[in-house]
């Protein structure tokens, strides 16, 4: 099926993206396409992993490091760090911004 597809920018806590691009590569399949199917499975209300996916997948989150579960996905809230990260990328921004203007 031809699809449209377009580039986002999510945030996604650090482990849990770790282990989505191990499965993936695992599977032999872009992070895009694991995380579309998971979606179009959760959609229809269906599990997106068999058993031996399941199981890779608890092996993953052992080697990440990886404690969350579902019980948790509306209560995370970003550590303090994020801060001090998004004013070094807007400081970085400004600069490029600055020097770009500069000719």
């Known amino acids: 099926m031809i699809v449209e ?3 986002t920018g999510v945030r996604m806590e650090k482990r849990l993206v770790k282990v989505l691009k ?3 590569e695992y599977r ?3 992070l895009g396409d694991l995380l579309e199917g998971i979606v179009l499975h959760a959609f229809e209300g269906k599990t ?3 058993q031996e996916s399941l199981a890779r997948i608890r092996e993953l989150k052992k080697v990440y490091g ?5 019980t948790v ?6 550590s303090v760090q994020r801060g ?4 070094s990328t807007a400081k970085a921004a400004k600069k490029r911004k600055a020097r770009h203007e500069q000719g």
């Open 48 to 50: 997106p992993f068999s």
């Open 66 to 70: 990886l404690n969350l579960d579902a």
């Open 28 to 30: 032999d399949m872009t």
């Open 5 to 7: 597809r377009v580039q």
């Open 84 to 87: 001090s990260a998004k004013a």
């Open 73 to 78: 996905s509306h209560r995370m809230q970003e």
């Open 22 to 24: 191990a499965f993936a």
